[in-house]
């Protein structure tokens, strides 16, 4: 079985500032996927970002990069120079590699990007 | 291109009657997935298919939700006796499947009410 654990319920940052937000995970797959999701208060569910267990390098997409640490089974999100419009609900996912399982969600960050 | 659409997006419906919530994934996709998201939670797995094959079913809360895809595109989930506790956000996803990690593309919702 898989957990995800988000810690942080709710997050504030100044904007154009960096952000973390936290994502620790356990599984007893040797392969498995990280993933986070964007939900604004539309609540639509945005897919932002992937990274491999076995990648090598650590996952980028735009201002969004994801911090792996495979020792500490962690998979922060860092959001770099905040923008008001991302002020929304993140979550961290996850699922083994293996077939195409659903999602392990967790229960989510609250971000809040103050100008 | 044409995302994940869902329908209705709302309905409120009386404790005890049956709902259906249709959920047409993107073109193409293989896989199917059904979660059901509480206010101010991740989504939780329901159930999902590849193709029209229903893979797993053991997030289901009880018998009177069912599943189906029979031509291995659109997809019904089906709330039989709706009670009050069943009042939540569905979620439908799809992703293309071929047991890769690809990531699930959500649809909008249906937000259900039972009053």
């Known amino acids: 079985a898989q957990k995800i654990t988000q810690t942080q319920p709710g997050m504030f940052v100044q904007e154009k500032e960096a952000v973390t937000l936290d994502c620790t995970y356990d599984t007893s797959d040797p392969s498995y996927g990280l993933f986070w999701y964007k939900q604004p208060s539309s609540g639509e569910m945005i897919f932002l970002i992937y990274?491999?267990?076995?990648?090598?390098q650590n996952a980028t997409e735009g201002r969004y990069s994801l911090n792996f640490q495979k020792a500490r089974k962690s998979a922060n999100l860092v959001i770099s120079a905040s923008q008001l419009g991302d002020s929304a609900m993140y979550f961290c996912a996850m699922r083994p590699n293996s077939g195409n399982t659903p999602l392990v969600f967790g229960k989510g960050t609250r971000l809040s990007v103050i100008a | 291109g044409a995302g994940v659409s869902q329908s209705p997006r709302y309905k409120v419906t009386k404790r005890g009657q049956d709902v259906a919530l249709r959920c047409d994934p993107i073109s193409g996709h293989v896989s199917l997935y059904w979660y059901r998201q509480a206010l101010g939670q991740g989504p939780e797995f329901l159930t999902y298919?590849?193709?029209?094959?229903?893979?797993?079913k053991s997030g289901l809360p009880n018998d009177r939700f069912s599943a189906e895809r029979p031509e291995g595109s659109i997809s019904t989930l089906t709330i039989q006796r709706t009670e009050q506790r069943d009042s939540a956000m569905y979620r439908c996803?799809?992703?293309?499947?071929?047991?890769?990690?690809?990531?699930?593309?959500f649809g909008p919702g249906t937000r259900l009410t039972v009053t």
């Open positions: 996803a799809s992703s293309l499947g071929g047991g890769l990690p690809y990531e699930q593309y």
């Open positions: 990274q491999g267990s076995y990648d090598q």
């Open positions: 298919f590849n193709y029209e094959a229903q893979q797993d």
